[in-house]
């Protein structure tokens, strides 16, 4: 008989130290394995509090880190001088001991909106190696991830597994400032993809979302959807 499909694969951890251990060392394998084949790789990370502990553990990943490119899967609408800037949280936990050799390239350009810059910024990123080398998620208690937020005007564009755009941007709500996201296919075509969530309130909406129901009211079934077993890793 043939097992169903579930959606996630569950990796559970004591704590966000074994998560950041385990994360680190897969995203540094699958950095690994495409620079050994084409020379270059990307890595897309989320912003956010959860991925602290991660980023300050793969920074000292030793990778041929001069071979990467690091950029956002999305990015609040501010200048790095910002406390809500994933570009800054970047540049403080990730890019530095060995990882300080990384090519960083930001989504902000300064440009007024993101809907202003949107063109500026896919011109840096087209030229990312593609598709990425690892992509790692994060999620809201919303149900959001990248910025496919609920509510969100653009979000059905930005989720759109045909859409041949790279970068979309999102306002909505929740999302306190106007943002800007990578679109569906360009992250789920990683080469590894994961979802890092942390805490039962995220693992119950994780839960919820398993269940079925439409994309737009959890849009993390976007990503369900589109790559089953999604490979998860979480902790209490
Ligand atoms: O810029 C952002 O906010 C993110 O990239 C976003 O998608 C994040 O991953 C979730 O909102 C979870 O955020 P926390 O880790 O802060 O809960």
Known sequence: MTPPITPIALNAYDDSAGVARALAAHVA??????IARDGTASLA???????????????????????????????????ETSDRSNAALVRHHLLKGPAAAARFVPLYTGAATPEDGLAEAAGRVAALPSPFAAVVLGMGDDGHTASFFPGAETLAAA?????PEILAAVRADAAGEPRITFTLPRLVSADTLVLHVEGMTKRAVLERACAGGPVEELPIRSVLRA????DVMWCP
């Open 29 to 34: 394998e699958a950095l690994r394995r495409r």
């Open 159 to 163: 989720i759109d597994p045909a859409t």
């Open 227 to 230: 790559r089953a077993p999604l």
């Open 45 to 79: 990370v989320s912003g956010g509090r959860t991925p602290l502990v991660f980023f300050e553990t793969l920074s000292g990943a030793p990778i041929d880190w001069s071979r990467v490119a690091v950029t956002l899967v999305d990015e609040r609408w501010v200048p």
